[in-house]
């Protein structure tokens, strides 16, 4: 069934539109002296099991944590969370949810699990990485970020300092109940990307005025200096949040990052809410499920 966060908040919180596995690479060279003094290779079954934990293409089971997003918020109606849609553990057959491409319709129902929360900040990520781990997953999927660059201001940004040590903490108590999970990371959506699709529409920008993530999206047509440098800034702030959550994956064994591929993808007005013109549709979830199913079962973790 999907479980549901106890701390969910509807309010517009999250942008619109997953991980580096380190897989150990050490190779078991061994040598074996022959009579004719020649050196052979070590076995195939040696290499193997030098080479460390192996991620493993087919989880049975996935529980997803993160913010408005993952809860499919915006999706099906106007300030509502719609998890049915989720790109992480939907049931939706439109969107096809990874959940739902990696264990079936009935596996996805008994076996997936959705913890994020609408609104949600780096720092409550520790608590629902705690819930998550209580189901046991094989997979645990986080989309976690845009929040904390989404404020009114730049000075409201969560330091890049805080979201690392957030999300160090978020891994503790993941590996605390669930030592095994695996855990796919998707990379932050670009907001810079966003605010160019809807920028020169008067439309949008009426939207945006609303209070959807003042930081980058506030005055959206103004190209005064100002502006320019305030939107830089919080491109600036997510792409190193980007880079710690590279880091940080890169140091646990059953841990993908997404290699950049939400941030990189070409999100255009057809993937986003017709509410809010920021949180991904229907089709934005499903794009955004497509690319966790690519790294999620690909033989390699992303460059």
Known sequence: MQGRSVRSRPRIAAAALAA??????????????AGDGTTKGSSAEQRKA?????????????????????????????LTDCPEVSWATGTDNGVRSLALRLLGESGAAAHSWNHAETGAKIAVLPEQMALAAKEKPALVTVMIGANDACRDSVGQMTPVA???????????RLRAG?????????SVPDLMRLWSTG?????????????????????????????VARRASVQKRVMAYNTVLRDVCAKDARCRYDGGAVFSYPFTGAQ??????????????????????RNVTAAQPPA
Request: hydrophobic share 40%; net charge neutral; with cysteine.
């Open 199 to 227: 920028h020169d529409k008067p439309l949008v920008r009426r939207i945006w005025q609303l209070g959807i993530c003042r930081s980058m999206l506030s005055d959206p047509d103004d190209m005064g200096a100002d502006a």
């Open 272 to 293: 986003l809410s017709q509410w809010d013109w920021f949180h991904p549709g229907r089709d934005g979830q499903a794009r955004l499920a497509e690319i966790a199913y």
């Open 162 to 172: 805080d979201f690392r040590s957030s999300f160090e903490a978020a891994m503790r």
């Open 178 to 186: 669930a030592p095994k999970a695996q855990v796919y990371v998707s």
């Open 50 to 78: 030098a080479a460390g934990p192996v991620w493993n293409r087919s989880p049975k089971s996935v529980a997803a944590v993160g913010d408005s997003i993952t809860r499919g918020f915006d999706a099906c109606s106007v």
């Open 20 to 33: 580096v596995s380190v897989l150990g690479t050490a190779v078991l060279s061994g040598c074996d002296s």
